[in-house]
C-alpha cells in the first residue's frame, strides 16, 4: 500500500500510540524468562473472562486453534456435522474439519449478515452435534433464536467471536452465550496481539478442563498425556500485550462506533448500503462494511483518491476450490452468494485520524455523485 493511502487496518498505529507501555511491558517478560504459558498468561485468562462475564478463559495459540479446541472440547468428534455460515473466514470452516467434522452451511441473514436461523432447522440430521454461529464484522449474530433451536435438538452452540470482541446483545458481551466460544487475536483485530493468539471461553469447567488438555499435549500431569493431542499455547509476550489492549478495548470500540457513524453519515442519501445497526444489539464494528452494485468501479475510484478497500470475503467459502466438494448443504445460498459480489470494507481501526476519516467521506461522496446522478 503507498504511504499517502488509507490502509483499511493498522495494528502498527496501536504501538506507536502506546509504545512506551508495550516495551515496559514486553521487557518485564523478558527479563523474567517464562515465556510460555506463565504469569501473564494466567492474568490475561483471568481478566478477560471478567471482561466477557464468563467462568473460563484458556489461552491458545491462535483462533482457529481456538475453534478446534472449543469443538472438541464440546464433544465434536469424526464424522458429526456442524452448522456454520460460508459467510466467514475459511478459518471457521478449517476448524470444523481439523476436528475431524463435517461443516454444513446455512444460509445468512440480509440485514445482520450473520447466520439465518430460519435456515437451520430443515439441514439438521442425526449426525448434527453443533451450531457455529460467526459474529461477523463485530455484529452479533441473533443469539436467542439460535441457542432456541439448539435447545430443541439438543445440540452444542460455539459462537466465533473472532470479530466481535466486546460486542454485546442487551448488555451481554457475545462469547457468554453459547456452550464455549473462540477468539482470535490476530494483530488486526479489535483486540489484537504483536503475533498469533486465541482463546476459548466458557462458563463449563469440564469444557474448560478439556481445553487446558487439549492446548498442550493432553496434559494433566507435566509429560504425562491422558488424551492424544498436539499443543497450541499462548506465548507470555502476546499475553502482555493482550493485557494492556485490553484495558483499552471498550474505548476502542467506542472510537470505531463513532468512525462508523461518519460513514454512515457520509453514504446517506446514496444507493449504497451500510451496515445495519441492529437493536439491543452493540455492534463491536471490526470492520466497515459497505454494499455497492459498482464495488469494482468504487475500489477503484477511492484508491485513486487515496483510500484503501479491502474484500471481506472476496469468495464464500462454499464455493472455494478446496472446499466445493466435501462440505455439504444446499445448493445455493442465495443470500450469502447475494452479498459476497457487492461488499467492500472501509478503513476501519481506532487510531483513524479525523483528516483521514474525512479523506474517506470525501472520496465516497465524490464517487457517489460521479455515479448516482
Ligand atoms: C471469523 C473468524 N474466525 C476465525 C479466525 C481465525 O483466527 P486466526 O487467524 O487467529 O487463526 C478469524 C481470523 O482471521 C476470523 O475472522
Known amino acids: 500500500m503507498q504511504p499517502d493511502v488509507v490502509p483499511v487496518a493498522n495494528p502498527l498505529a496501536q504501538y506507536i500510540a502506546y509504545k512506551d507501555e508495550f516495551v515496559h511491558a514486553l521487557r518485564g517478560v523478558l527479563e523474567r524468562g517464562r515465556y510460555i504459558l506463565g504469569d501473564e498468561v494466567a492474568s490475561f485468562e483471568l481478566e478477560f473472562a471478567a471482561f466477557l462475564g464468563v467462568g473460563y478463559c484458556v489461552g491458545v495459540g491462535n483462533g482457529t486453534e481456538a475453534l478446534k479446541i472449543a469443538l472438541k472440547a464440546c464433544g465434536v468428534s469424526a464424522g458429526d456435522e456442524v452448522i456454520t455460515v460460508s459467510h466467514t473466514s475459511v478459518a471457521t470452516v478449517a476448524a470444523i474439519e481439523e476436528a475431524g467434522a463435517v461443516p454444513v452451511f446455512a444460509d445468512i441473514d440480509r440485514l445482520t449478515r450473520c447466520m439465518d436461523p430460519h435456515t437451520i432447522d430443515y439441514l439438521i440430521t442425526p449426525k448434527t452435534k453443533a451450531l457455529l454461529p460467526v459474529h461477523i464484522y463485530g455484529q452479533p449474530a441473533p443469539m436467542r433464536e439460535i441457542l432456541e433451536i439448539a435447545k430443541a435438538y439438543k445440540l452444542k452452540v460455539i459462537e466465533d467471536c473472532s470479530q466481535a470482541h466486546g460486542a454485546e446483545i442487551s448488555g451481554r458481551k457475545v462469547g457468554c452465550f453459547g456452550d464455549a466460544a473462540a477468539f482470535s487475536f490476530y494483530p488486526t483485530k479489535n483486540l489484537g496481539a504483536f503475533g498469533d493468539g486465541g482463546a476459548v471461553v466458557t462458563d463449563n469447567a469440564d469444557i474448560a478442563g478439556k481445553s487446558r488438555?487439549?492446548?498442550?499435549?493432553?496434559?494433566?500431569?507435566?509429560?504425562?498425556?491422558?488424551i492424544k493431542c498436539g499443543n497450541s499455547r499462548l506465548d507470555e509476550l502476546q499475553a502482555a500485550v493482550l493485557r494492556l489492549k485490553l484495558l483499552r478495548l471498550e474505548s476502542d470500540n467506542a472510537k470505531r462506533r463513532r468512525i462508523a457513524q461518519t460513514y454512515m453519515a457520509a453514504i446517506n442519501g446514496f444507493k449504497i448500503t451500510a451496515p445495519t445497526f441492529i437493536e439491543?444489539?452493540?455492534?463491536?464494528?471490526?470492520?466497515?462494511?459497505?454494499?455497492?452494485d459498482m464495488r469494482d468501479d468504487f475500489r477503484e475510484f477511492l484508491l485513486k483518491e487515496g483510500v484503501g478497500t479491502a474484500l471481506h470475503y472476496p469468495m464464500p467459502v462454499h464455493l472455494q476450490p478446496a472446499y466445493a466438494g466435501p462440505v455439504r448443504g444446499p445448493q445455493k445460498l442465495k443470500n450469502t452468494e447475494e452479498l459476497y459480489a457487492k461488499i467492500v470494507s472501509l478503513p476501519m481501526f481506532p487510531e483513524l485520524t479525523d483528516a483521514e476519516v474525512e479523506k474517506v467521506c470525501l472520496a465516497i461522496r465524490k464517487w457517489a455523485a460521479q455515479h448516482e446522478k
Open 280 to 292: 439491543n444489539t452493540l455492534h463491536a464494528m471490526h470492520l466497515f462494511v459497505l454494499e455497492t
Open 213 to 226: 488438555l487439549l492446548r498442550e499435549y493432553g496434559w494433566k500431569e507435566r509429560y504425562i498425556s491422558s
